[in-house]
Every structure is written in C-alpha cells, then in structure tokens.
C-alpha cells in the first residue's frame, strides 16, 4: 500500500523559515514524480512545486519561485520542501502527492494528509 | 496560467439523485484533466484522469466527459459517501492548476 506522511510543519514568524518532509513507502520512491499541493484554511487546492521522476528537474508555481526549494533524498524514499522568507499567505495545510513514473506534469494519487504550517506574528 | 472555472459553487441534491459538475477551461486542455473528491479532513483523492478514466477502486457511478474547455464530472446515483467538494485539475501546461470546487451538499 502507497503510504506518503508529511512532518516539519508549525508555526513561524513572517519571514521565517521552515523544512516540510514526506516519508513516502509503498512504491519505488526514485522514479516517481513527486508534488507539493497546498490549502489554505477554507479554501481551495493550490499546486506549489514538482520535481520530476525522470532528470529531477524542478518546477515551482510563480508565488513561491525563489522563496521555497523542493528535494527528494531517494535513499531515504523522502520528499522535502524547504520553505524560507514565509509569509502569512503561505499559512495552508502543505500535502505531498505522488506523480506518474518519470512524470513531472502529472495527476496525483494518492496524497499524504498533509501538515499545517501557520506563518503569524 | 490556465484558468478552470467550476460550476456551481454548490448542488444540493437528495441521495439517489444525479449530480452534474463542470469545469471549464480558460484555453484548450486537450484531455489533460482529473477530477478529485475530498472530504473534510481527509487528503484529495483521485477519481478521473484524461477526462474519462476512472482512477482504481472509483465506482462505475462516476463519470467523466469532455475535451478541450468543456469538461463534466457526473454521478449517476448520489450515495450518502459522495457528498464532498469536488475539484478538477489540468496538467495541459505549467503551472498546474485547479478549479475553485464544487460543493456536494445533502438537499
């Protein structure tokens, strides 16, 4: 059974910095493409960035370039978001989500429950 | 940036009823589209890919149709676990976007 469990998420300062993981299990990790999809509290679904499952190439939604780096430790089977200057528009439940083989322009199935990351003063 | 527009924002129906969700495109997606259901406290789940494949383990209920700008999610006979909120998803083009969801909500 595909299992994905996010960890690292809590509450920061603006400004502030944060490292989101995802153990992923179930599947092989190292050829998958892997996504961030974020939920701000009451709202709607949010793509933040993908890595591919191919060449590793990255890609990230305009609102987060430069600010947030997505990584994958394929020993580890885990996906990180490591998230810096945090603003409070970035306050959302941050999932992880599982791609195609190679892919990187994927659908996703399954998703990680999520964490919350609460960016308030 | 796509744009996916859903509509309604809400249907209130009865169990057994027919429900009917659009989404649509602010530019050509070809088929590159899914739809997603989601529960409250629980992660988005998959149920249609490509516009009309079901996902693994989706019921026969659900249903998907549609190209290019205009796409359908039905449900042929609500049952009481399908009331949730409803997403569509393109990966035509970066970014990936999302629809803002359809609400299914018990008459």
């Known amino acids: 059974e595909v299992q994905l469990l996010e960890s690292g998420g809590g509450l920061v300062q603006p400004g502030g910095s944060l490292r989101l993981s995802c153990a992923a299990s179930?599947?092989?990790?190292?050829?998958?493409?892997m996504t961030w999809v974020r939920q701000a509290p009451g709202k709607g679904l949010d793509w933040v960035s993908t890595?591919?499952?191919?060449?590793?190439?990255?890609y990230y939604a305009d609102s987060v370039k430069g600010r947030f780096t997505i990584s994958r430790d394929n020993s580890k089977n885990t996906l990180y978001l490591q998230m810096n200057s945090l603003r409070a528009e970035d306050t959302a439940v941050y999932h992880c989500?599982?791609?195609?083989?190679?892919?990187?322009?994927?659908?996703?199935?399954?998703w990680g429950r999520g964490t919350l990351v609460t960016v308030s003063s | 940036e796509i744009v996916l527009t859903q509509s309604p924002a809400t249907l209130s129906l009865s169990p057994g009823e027919r429900a009917t969700l659009s989404c649509r495109a602010s530019?050509?997606?070809?088929?590159?589209l899914a739809w997603y259901q989601q529960k409250p406290g629980q992660a988005p789940r998959l149920l249609i890919y490509?516009?009309?494949n079901r996902a693994t383990g989706i019921p026969a209920r659900f249903s998907g149709s549609g190209s290019g700008t205009d796409f359908t999610l039905t449900i042929s006979s609500l049952e009481p676990e399908d009331f949730a909120v409803y997403y569509c998803?393109?990966?035509?083009?970066?970014?990936?976007?999302f629809g803002g969801g359809t609400q299914v909500e018990i008459k």
């Open positions: 989500a599982k791609g195609t083989p190679a892919g990187s322009r994927d659908y996703f199935d399954p």
């Open positions: 179930g599947f092989t990790f190292n050829i998958y493409g």
């Open positions: 890595i591919s499952g191919s060449d590793g190439s990255t």
């Open positions: 530019q050509s997606v070809g088929r590159y």
């Open positions: 490509d516009a009309s």
């Open positions: 998803q393109q990966r035509s083009n970066w970014p990936l976007t």
